[in-house]
């Protein structure tokens, strides 16, 4: 009886052909979510901003609101955000931040994700 030797490290030729396609799907996946973290990082900071405004006396809100929403971000996030805090009576705080490509740090998509949030000037009697 003959034994088969043809089809040896058919595995292994077939695992190697299959690499490029599990690591290309491995990036696509850390890239949304990276979008996702972003979207999440945006809404909390402009969260945080508007809660500090609406505190602050009428003077200094503007400065309490993007002192406040850029605390929460980390250096990396922090360098291309963009923070506007504005209005009388509602208050609110839009934070824009760039999408990173891979890792925060590096080059950065086209794509900026914005966080809003609004609430009610306290008033203090």
């Given amino acids: 009886m003959r034994t088969r030797r043809g089809d040896r490290g058919q595995v292994t030729i077939e695992f190697l052909g299959m690499t490029p396609l599990i690591i290309l799907t491995l990036v696509l996946v850390w890239q949304f979510v990276l979008v996702g973290y972003a979207y999440s990082l945006a809404g909390n900071a402009a969260d945080e901003g508007v809660r500090a405004a609406t505190a602050a006396p009428r003077g200094e809100r503007s400065g309490a609101c993007e002192q406040a929403a850029l605390k929460h971000l980390s250096g990396v996030w922090r360098g291309a955000a ?6 009388t009576g509602f208050v609110t705080a839009d934070v824009a931040i760039k999408v990173p490509v891979l890792f925060p740090g590096s080059i950065s998509f086209p794509l900026t994700v914005h966080g809003h949030a609004g609430a009610v000037e306290e008033v203090k009697e």
Avoid: F, L, Q
């Avoid at 963009?82 to 209005?87: F, R």
């Fill in 82 to 87: 963009k923070v506007d805090c504005g209005g």
